[in-house]
């Protein structure tokens, strides 16, 4: 990774982070929403990392599953996510760690992210790969048969394009 810059996130077609939630009863929460744009600086070893994504364009796999997620998205007022975390670069160079928050209408998450580069041996940085993990606690789904859920977690996932910027 290099020591040092500015690279935007490409918000083209594709550019989704993934939510998948641990196993809830018979199913899990499996969620893409398309990232409209983000930042990563890096400057003298220390991290930036800003993401917005569009809560009101997720995506789910099962019509059902949708609604329910969309409910959610209305009833928080969350129809934009915004995610603002800071870290320091690896010993090895190679990875950041960013920890921060995601705020989507009511609803304010901690989520700490492993960002690689994952782009060409001659530019890694021309895609990065974006791994972690958080926990809401409580929750209420609006699905028969789940209800309330007394801890809710979920993996974050992303493979996003950058641009140096």
């Given at each position: ?6 690279w ?18 018979l ?6 929403a ?24 997720l995506s ?12 959610l ?29 995601a705020?989507?209408?009511d609803?304010?998450v ?11 041996d ?17 929750v ?16 974050v996932?992303?493979?996003l ?5």
């Amino acid at each position: 990774m290099d020591t040092g810059g500015i690279w935007q996130v490409q918000a083209v077609e594709g550019a989704e982070v993934r939510l998948r939630s641990k196993r809830i009863g018979l199913v899990s929460v499996d969620v893409k929403a398309p990232v409209r744009s983000g930042e990563l600086r890096i400057v003298r070893g220390k991290a930036q990392l800003s993401l917005a994504m569009a809560l009101d364009q997720l995506s789910t796999g099962n019509f059902i599953m949708q609604a329910a997620a969309r409910t959610l998205v209305k009833r928080h007022g969350a129809g934009s996510l915004v995610y603002e975390g800071q870290g320091r670069l690896a010993a090895k160079g190679r990875m950041v760690t960013v920890a921060g928050m995601a705020r989507a209408g009511d609803v304010e998450v901690a989520i700490d992210l492993l960002v690689t580069p994952v782009g060409p041996d001659g530019d890694p940085m021309l895609e990065i790969e974006l791994t972690g993990s958080a926990s809401i606690g409580r929750v209420h789904l609006p699905l028969p048969g789940l209800g309330t859920i007394d801890d809710f977690s979920f993996d974050v996932d992303a493979r996003l394009a950058l641009r140096s910027g």
